[in-house]
């Protein structure tokens, strides 16, 4: 099969009871033809006729035997989790990371790349082109095996067109990552801003499996939100939701990089956390980090900071108790709006554990409104690092399995 002719027979899956069956397996199997007829609501003969379909395309395959009801013993089915592939790319600030995973989103192979300072728009599409080809080197990997490519983005993205509209950091604007790579690979490409994409990844294959309603924080060096409503990501009008690192804290905070002030970004992100501890080494407070960065002032990071509150150090500890008091307001005016069943706090400043943790919970009980509400569980993000490369290819397995999860 040639790689258009698998993007078209994709394409042809999407029929609402194939994408209802398919999901069936990959929620519940391994499972009988009969017991997805019973959950799908569907005909047994029609049942049998799609799975027939689905293991002629290799998305899933017959497993072990199941349990006897008197008769013979069902065959079950599973996902064909290694028979195909997805290539995701997390671009952040400073680097671009590049996964090959398989359908039950599996890392096979992975690398991390810097982005140089004052890059263009055509340098960085070249850059993400480069990587993934060299994904599909690394893992030996035909065109015909891979489903598509998920793009996870900082900053302000149009999903439906793919592209990116804003990209701050980069001071780039309406890059279209999603038509330059189809031109290249032939294959169905998704983007989505990063926030989004990291709390689509929570939600499939961190803590939010069987969550219907959460948030989920990416706090590095800037803060956003991806919000799961109903099971669904929720966009907004205008595809702003969730940029809850531009909701003002404080009035008289200092000022923010979108230009108003006390902004919870300006307030906790990662910088935040730095600037902090340079004022107070500068107004001639005694702390490890010094030490740990021996001198250089300019080396100091959030990594540092959190080893240094680990050594037992005043300072770095006041420091992120000081960010995670804010992050907690911030928080908790987000439970106190849409009441999820669950937060993940996750990015660079989530590593500190519970020197961040900690405050926020304390703040979150202090001033969210009721008992049950005050006790909403408020998680470390279970994917880590790859939190946001995950989520990329969420983007093509929820195009696979549940299209109207994206709700487009
Ligand atoms: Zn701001």
């Known amino acids: 099969m040639t790689s258009t002719n698998i993007a078209g027979s994709f394409k042809l899956m999407k029929s609402l009871n194939r994408t209802l069956i398919l999901n069936i397996i990959r929620k519940d199997g391994p499972i009988s033809r009969a017991e997805i007829a019973k959950i799908a609501k569907l005909t047994p003969p029609t049942v049998t006729n799609i799975v027939h379909e689905l293991l002629e395309a290799q998305l899933v395959k017959e497993s072990e035997m199941g349990v006897s009801t008197g008769g013979r013993k069902p065959i079950l089915l599973t996902i064909n989790a290694e028979s195909f592939y997805v290539i995701g790319l997390d671009v952040g600030i400073h680097k671009i990371r590049a996964v090959a995973a398989d359908l039950n989103a599996v890392i096979k192979n992975e690398q991390v790349v810097t982005i140089q300072k004052g890059i263009g728009k055509e340098e960085l599409i070249q850059l993400l082109i480069k990587q993934v080809n060299e994904m599909m080197q690394n893992t030996n990997l035909s065109k015909d095996k891979i489903i598509g490519i998920g793009v996870g983005m900082h900053g302000v993205v149009d999903s439906k067109e793919g592209v990116a509209l804003y990209a701050p950091n980069f001071g780039l604007k309406n890059i279209p990552i999603k038509?330059?790579?189809?031109?290249?690979?032939?294959?169905?490409?998704?983007?989505?801003?990063?926030?989004?994409?990291?709390?689509?990844?929570?939600?499939?294959?961190?803590?939010?499996?069987?969550?219907?309603?959460?948030?989920?924080?990416?706090?590095?060096?800037?803060?956003?939100?991806?919000?799961?409503?109903d099971d669904k990501l929720f966009n907004g009008k205008n595809g702003i939701a969730g940029e809850i690192g531009h909701t003002a804290i404080d009035?008289?905070?200092?000022?923010?990089?979108?230009?108003?002030?006390?902004?919870?970004?300006?307030?906790?992100?990662?910088?935040?956390?730095?600037?902090?501890?340079?004022?107070?080494?500068?107004?001639?407070?005694?702390?490890?980090?010094?030490?740990?960065v021996q001198g250089e002032l300019e080396m100091i990071e959030g990594k540092i900071i959190h080893e240094a509150a680990i050594l037992g150090d005043e300072l770095a500890r006041e420091v992120l108790t000081k960010s995670g008091r804010y992050l907690g307001v911030g928080i908790a005016n987000l439970i106190n709006v849409m009441n999820p069943d669950l937060v993940v706090i996750s990015g660079g400043?989530?590593?500190?554990?519970?020197?961040?943790?900690?405050p926020i919970k304390e703040v979150v009980a202090d001033r969210v409104l009721n008992e049950e509400a005050k006790k909403t569980n408020v998680l470390q993000s279970k994917l880590g690092d790859h939190g946001t490369a995950i989520g990329a290819i969420t983007l093509v397995l929820a195009d696979l399995f549940i299209p109207e999860f994206l709700n487009e």
């Open 349 to 358: 400043v989530s590593k500190a554990g519970h020197y961040i943790l900690d």
């Open 251 to 292: 009035l008289n905070g200092p000022k923010c990089s979108c230009g108003n002030y006390g902004c919870l970004q300006a307030l906790s992100s990662g910088d935040a956390i730095r600037e902090h501890m340079l004022k107070e080494i500068n107004l001639g407070r005694k702390t490890k980090v010094v030490e740990l």
């Open 179 to 229: 038509d330059r790579l189809e031109e290249v690979f032939q294959l169905p490409v998704k983007v989505e801003n990063d926030a989004k994409v990291l709390a689509l990844g929570e939600k499939w294959f961190g803590y939010g499996i069987n969550i219907q309603n959460m948030v989920c924080l990416n706090v590095g060096i800037g803060i956003g939100a991806g919000i799961i409503i």
